[in-house]
């Protein structure tokens, strides 16, 4: 049975190879992770506001405000008024913003498939249910 020093080393290791591969990724599209992780995030949930990114990047209104007006700068996001409240202001991807979404998920998918090559379906999902069970425990 292994030592659960020996396991948190091997999870860092594991952890520091999909950061270099992701890094690499993100350096090509000349993006941060957290610009990256934005974009998914509108991917996933067009129309939704500042304070909602803020909360799911944990960061402060002021940060999620500046990296959304950077992403804004390069015209990969784009803001509408709430039609039902001109105070908010909804974030949607721009057409360029869904390309790269789209380029971001072909590669991740891609060095996805590379690491897991060697797992079984049922590995896979034993996998998945670990790792939501450890995220599940830093909330």
Do not use: W
Not at 20 to 26: E, H, I, K, S, T
Not at 58 to 69: D, G, I, P, T, Y
Not at 95 to 102: E, I, R, T
């Amino acid at each position: 049975m292994i030592d659960d020093f020996c396991l948190q080393r091997q999870l860092i290791k594991l952890g520091n190879q999909l950061s270099n591969r992701r890094q690499a990724d993100l350096l090509a599209h000349d993006l941060t992770a957290s610009q990256s992780e934005i974009l998914l995030y509108f991917a996933d949930h067009p129309g939704h506001l500042v304070s909602h990114l803020k909360n799911h990047l944990r960061v402060s209104h002021q940060a999620a405000q500046k990296l959304v007006m950077k992403l804004r700068q390069r015209q990969l996001l784009m803001i509408k008024v709430d039609p039902t409240d001109a105070r908010q202001h909804q974030i949607y991807l721009t057409k360029a913003g869904k390309l790269l979404v789209q380029e971001l998920k072909q590669h991740g998918t891609f060095a996805g498939q590379e690491l897991l090559a060697a797992l079984t379906e049922q590995q896979k999902d034993q996998l998945a249910h670990l790792i939501s069970l450890l995220l599940q425990s830093k909330k």
